[in-house]
């Protein structure tokens, strides 16, 4: 059974850092393009970052305007996982933050390009 599981959100203070997991089981992430959406209460879910498969491209990675510079994502292959390192977070970074997965090579901003999602993970940015 195909399933990813999204942890390490919760409140930070602005400014402060958190970092996000997405662990696959059922299938080897690297063979699939990751991306990592969220979702603001009353908002459409946007896409923060993807990356695309490591095993049949070359793992290249794409931010939003909103979270350049700011966000970095990774794999690790060897814990079939990728990551959302997340710095100097901001109000607007609030949101329900889910990864997902496409059995594709290259990545896209699309929520209807992905095929497999978690649950989410809550992040809180708050003073």
């Known amino acids: 059974q195909v399933q990813l599981v999204e942890s390490g959100g919760g409140l930070v203070q602005p400014g402060g850092s958190l970092r996000l997991s997405c662990v696959g089981s059922?299938?080897?992430?690297?063979?699939?393009?990751i991306g990592w959406f969220r979702q603001a209460p009353g908002a459409e879910r946007e896409g923060v970052s993807c990356i695309s498969s490591i095993s049949i491209s070359d793992g290249s990675t794409d931010y939003a305007d909103s979270v350049e510079g700011r966000f970095t994502i990774s794999r690790d292959n060897a814990k079939n996982a990728v990551y959302l390192q997340m710095n100097s977070l901001k109000l607007e970074d609030t949101a329900v933050y889910f990864c997902?997965?496409?059995?594709?090579?290259?990545?896209?901003?699309?929520?209807?390009?992905?095929?497999?999602w978690g649950q989410g993970t809550q992040v809180t940015v708050s003073s």
């Open positions: 059922g299938f080897s992430l690297d063979y699939y393009a």
């Open positions: 997902a997965a496409v059995d594709y090579y290259y990545c896209s901003p699309s929520v209807s390009f992905f095929d497999y």
